[in-house]
């Protein structure tokens, strides 16, 4: 089993910036990869950004040039910061992480995700 917690949402003004936190615990591989997603409401869950085992990163379109998504030290860290907010950043972000050198579709259950609102 693997446990999922999201942290450093919330309330932001358009172009503002915040800096989310993942920290994933359980029967975690040592080679994994690691990704955000995030859901507006009425919509998807879409995939925002993900990040290889040796680091490489990937991005939606939408967030590219904005968001930064990185690792931390031990295997089962990552971080994403986002600049330059906008109002449809606005969502519930979330991580996943995924055993392996590159992401793919997840595998584990999701936990409560963080609020992230962009707002004046």
């Known amino acids: 089993q693997v446990q999922l917690v999201e942290s450093g949402g919330g309330l932001v003004q358009p172009g503002g910036s915040l800096r989310l936190s993942c920290a994933a615990s359980?029967?975690?591989?040592?080679?994994?990869?690691m990704a955000w997603y995030r859901q507006a409401p009425g919509k998807q869950r879409e995939l925002v950004a993900s990040?290889?085992?040796?680091?490489?990163?990937s991005y939606a379109d939408s967030v590219k040039g904005r968001f930064t998504i990185s690792r931390g030290n031990t295997k089962n860290t990552a971080y994403l910061q986002m600049n330059s907010l906008k109002p449809e950043d606005t969502a519930v972000y979330y991580c996943?992480?995924?055993?392996?050198?590159?992401?793919?579709?997840?595998?584990?259950?999701w936990g409560q995700g963080t609020q992230v609102t962009v707002s004046s």
């Open positions: 990040i290889s085992s040796g680091g490489s990163p």
């Open positions: 359980g029967s975690i591989f040592s080679i994994n990869a």
């Open positions: 996943n992480v995924r055993p392996g050198a590159n992401w793919g579709p997840p595998l584990y259950s």
